[in-house]
């Protein structure tokens, strides 16, 4: 049975679909069946993956509301064992189009259930906001990573995240967790980075991924190209860091029988 992780964080330039490109890619270069899905209707994630969001014909925004099955919108080995569930712009008008669906939070769960044995990992990139479909990737998954950048605002807004994610655990999926917390952005030239690391740690009773993400170029630069760090430029520093948190995910004691 596939580990669902939904990639969170309301704010937005954190690293949050960096980290969901690269880990999905990293878990998939390790030989491991991920499957990919977009939630944010800006597509980051899907042209990150080389696919046009311009020019589909099915997206997992058609696929929620029955205008087509999985199949036919899924983009198959995107990257060796990464399959990926493209964004559409619809996605941006889930609030208003899902109202009067019954059980509408419930709607990505129902979509993947079938398939989620199929693959190792599927990860979630969410929008940064906490809206429907953000709803529906954290009632969907098992577990939570959010992205914090390194910068002095790290913790404004986290709280309200883990308070909403204790709500869906409340009221929607009660076996939903913080898997951890992993650092974007880490600048080892300045004080404030290293401030900010320690300021979280002291202050979040989180679990805390060992690996932190550098500032890095090479990672900025990945997207435009449609590729993942890995393939763009595999000995770079995002490439090891990406790797090292693919590692630590996959051994991660939460899941160790």
Known sequence: MGRIIAIANQKGGVGKTTTSINLAACLAEKGKKVLAIDMDPQGNMTSGLGVDKNHLDFSVYDAMC??????????INVVQNLN??????????????????????????????????????????????????????MTAADTVIVPIQCEFYALDGLTQLIYT??????????????EGVVFTMFDARTNLSLQVVENVKDNLDQIIYKTIVP???RLAEAPSFGLPINLYDSKSAGAVAYRELADEVINNKLFQS
């Open 215 to 217: 500032r890095n170029v």
């Open 165 to 178: 994610i204790d709500l869906i655990k409340k009221k929607l999926n009660k076996h939903l967790e913080i």
């Open 84 to 137: 990926l569930l493209p964004s559409s712009r619809e996605l941006a008008g889930a609030e208003v189009d899902f109202i009067d669906t019954p059980d509408k939070q419930y709607i990505l769960k129902n979509l993947i259930k079938n398939i989620r044995r199929k693959f190792d990992f599927i990860i979630i990139d969410c929008p940064p906001a906490l809206g429907i479909l953000t709803v529906n990737a």
């Open 66 to 75: 029955n205008n087509c099955n999985l199949g036919e919108c899924m983009k």
